[in-house]
């Protein structure tokens, strides 16, 4: 599954939005300091999420996007 991960700054931090390739949004509300961690949190979040919330269990492609 390809997902692309849109990352935003406002306000002083990094928060995330990612879409799936078949257009189920994952809000996964992670914040950090930096694009750097925040990329890795969502690493770690987002298989955990799919499964779920959908019950994906096999590979990812992760795309970030910085906004």
């Known amino acids: 599954m390809k997902c692309i991960a849109k990352l935003l ?3 002083s931090i990094w928060y995330s939005d990612v879409v799936t390739d078949k257009g189920e949004n994952v809000r996964l509300t992670l914040e950090s300091g ?3 961690a925040l ?3 969502v690493k770690v979040a987002l298989p955990e999420m799919l ?3 959908f019950g ?3 590979d990812i492609e992760l795309v ?3 906004m």
Do not use: I
Request: proline share 0%.
């Open 34 to 36: 930096s694009f750097d």
């Open 56 to 58: 994906y269990t096999g």
């Open 64 to 66: 970030t996007v910085a």
């Open 39 to 41: 990329v890795e949190r």
């Open 51 to 53: 499964e779920l919330n």
């Open 9 to 11: 700054w406002d306000d």
